[in-house]
C-alpha cells in the first residue's frame, strides 16, 4: 500500500506519496490559474487537504523534435499547467540543500513533471530536496507582440516557481538559501537568464548542454516572428484553441528553418533586464556563482546523424554552439576567482550515427525507473555501463548541490582540467 503523508504549508496542507526513499508532492501550483498571454498570478491559498499524488498538465505542445532520440510522450495538456513536482527524504524541519532543475525542449516541449526527469532516487541518495517546475512554452510563453503578449513569460513563470520555493521549501526540508539552479540545455539557458534577472535566490548553478552562444532574439526579431506567426492564424489568437496556435507555430518553424541551425521560433527575447551584451552577461553570471557545466562530445548529432560525409560539419557546428562557450564560460569563472567544474559527455549512444549527443546525459542523472527504456538513444545499451556511469554522474552532481564540489579540480587556465563522462570516467586536460 502506498504510504501517504500529510504537511502543512502557509498556503494550505498537502498530501503526498512516498515512492522508494523519497516523498514525493505532484502537481503543486506555485501561481494561480493564469490568463492566456499575462504574466503568472500569485498562487492562493486552498481549502481543506489538496492532493499531491498526481502530476499536473503539461504545457500545451506539439510532438518533441527530437523524439526520434529520447522517445515521445502522451500527458494531459492544459494552460493551466503552473505546477511544482517536489521530492524531499522528509518533511522533518531539517535544511538541506535544495535542487531546482528546469527542463529543456527549445522552449518548445517537455515538462518538468515527466518521468524522464523524476528526482526521487537524487533525493534519497544524496539528502537533497529535488524541484522540477512546468512552464509556459512555445507561443504561450515566448510570443512577443506589443499590445498582445509580453516578452519572456515563460521566464516569468520559472522566477514564479522559484520564487514559491524560496518561501516555502522549509515546509519540505529544505534550506531557501542553500538553493542550486540548473536545468538542461533550454533550462540550462534558463539558469542564466534568472540569474540576470536579479534578485533570484541562486547559490550555484548546472548548466547542461547550455547553448552558450546562442544569445537571447533580439526584441525587433522577436516581434518580426511575432508577427509571422499572427498572420499565420484565422481568428483572436486570445480565443482561438490552444491546438491552432501550436499548428501556426509548426508552420513558423518551418518557414525559418535553416540547416544547421536548431533556434526555435520562440525563446527568450532581449528585453528588459535582458537587453544587454550577451557575452558580458555571461561572465557576469559565471563571476556570480559556483558552476557544474558541460557538454556531450557530439551535441548536434541528437538533429542531424553523424556519417562519415558530414561528421566534421556536425563537430564543428556542435563546438560552435555549445563546446568552446562552454570552456570560455569556464575561464571567465576562473578569471574571477569561481570554481567551475567542467566535464565532457562522452559515453556513446547505440544508436546508429548519433554519438554521446545532445540529451543523451539525461538517463544518468534523472529519471524513474524504466522511465528511459523506450528511448532510441538507449536501445542495446550495457545495463551495467548505464549504472556504473549513473552512479558517477548522480555523487557528482549530489557532491556540487550539497557541498559546491563535483568530485574532481574546478576548471583553471593553468590547469585546464576536465572529466570525460565515460565509463571510466577519467580527468583530461580541456584546454581553451
Known amino acids: ?50 492532493d499531491a499524488g ?34 524531499t527524504p522528509a518533511a522533518d524541519g531539517r535544511r538541506r540543500p535544495v535542487l531546482f532543475w528546469i527542463h529543456g525542449g527549445g522552449f518548445s516541449s517537455g515538462a518538468g513533471s515527466l518521468p ?20 509556459r512554452l512555445g507561443p504561450f510563453g515566448y510570443l512577443l507582440a506589443p499590445g498582445l503578449s509580453p516578452a519572456n513569460l515563460g521566464l516569468l513563470d520559472q522566477a514564479a516557481a522559484l520564487a514559491w520555493v524560496a518561501t516555502h521549501i522549509a515546509d519540505f526540508g529544505g534550506d531557501p538559501d542553500a538553493i542550486t539552479v540548473g536545468g538542461q540545455s533550454a533550462g540550462s539557458h534558463s539558469t542564466l537568464l534568472l540569474a540576470l534577472l536579479g534578485g533570484m535566490p541562486i547559490r550555484r548553478t548546472i548548466l547542461q548542454s547550455a547553448p552558450l552562444s546562442l544569445a ?47 533556434t526555435p521560433p520562440f525563446m527568450p527575447v532581449a528585453s528588459g533586464a535582458l537587453a544587454r551584451d550577451w557575452a558580458g552577461a555571461l561572465d557576469e553570471v559565471a563571476a556570480a556563482t559556483d558552476t ?52 565532457r559527455f562522452d559515453w556513446l549512444s547505440p544508436q546508429d550515427g548519433r554519438g554521446a549527443c545532445h540529451c543523451l546525459e539525461l538517463p544518468f542523472v534523472l529519471g524513474r ?23 558517477t554522474m548522480q555523487r557528482a552532481w549530489i557532491g556540487f548541490v550539497r557541498d559546491g564540489d563535483a568530485g574532481w579540480p574546478a576548471w583553471r587556465r593553468d590547469a585546464p582540467t576536465a572529466l570525460s563522462l565515460d565509463t571510466p570516467a577519467t580527468t583530461f586536460a580541456w584546454p581553451l
Open 369 to 391: 525507473a524504466g522511465a528511459w527504456d523506450d528511448a532510441p538513444m538507449l536501445a542495446g545499451a550495457d545495463p551495467g555501463a548505464i549504472a556504473d556511469l549513473t552512479r
Open 116 to 135: 524522464w526527469y523524476d528526482g526521487a532516487t537524487l533525493a534519497a541518495l544524496g539528502d537533497i530536496v529535488v524541484v522540477t517546475p512546468n512552464y
Open 216 to 262: 537571447p532574439l533580439a526584441e525587433g526579431r522577436a516581434v518580426e516572428l511575432g508577427q509571422m506567426f499572427l498572420d499565420l492564424l484565422d481568428g483572436d489568437p486570445r480565443t482561438l484553441p490552444a491546438g491552432q496556435l501550436l499548428a501556426a507555430q509548426g508552420k513558423l518553424a518551418a518557414a525559418i528553418a535553416r540547416p544547421g541551425d536548431p
Open 1 to 50: 500500500m502506498t504510504e501517504t503523508v500529510e504537511i502543512a504549508t502557509a498556503l494550505g496542507r498537502l498530501a503526498g506519496r512516498r515512492e522508494g526513499g523519497a516523498l514525493a508532492f505532484r502537481g503543486v501550483p506555485y501561481a494561480g490559474p493564469t490568463p492566456r498571454f499575462a504574466p503568472p498570478t500569485p498562487s492562493a491559498a486552498w481549502p481543506g487537504t489538496r
Open 54 to 87: 498526481v502530476d499536473g498538465p503539461i504545457p500545451p505542445q506539439s510532438r518533441s523534435r527530437l523524439a526520434a532520440v529520447m522517445g515521445d510522450f502522451d500527458k494531459p495538456q492544459s494552460e493551466d499547467c503552473h505546477s511544482l513536482t517536489i521530492w
Open 292 to 343: 557544474l557545466v558541460g557538454a556531450t562530445a557530439h551535441e548536434m548529432a541528437a538533429f542531424v546523424p553523424m556519417t562519415a560525409e558530414n561528421r566534421a560539419g556536425v563537430l564543428a557546428t556542435g563546438n560552435a554552439l555549445f563546446n568552446a562557450p562552454t570552456r570560455d564560460y569556464a575561464a571567465a569563472a576562473d578569471a574571477a576567482g569561481r570554481s567551475a567544474y567542467l566535464y
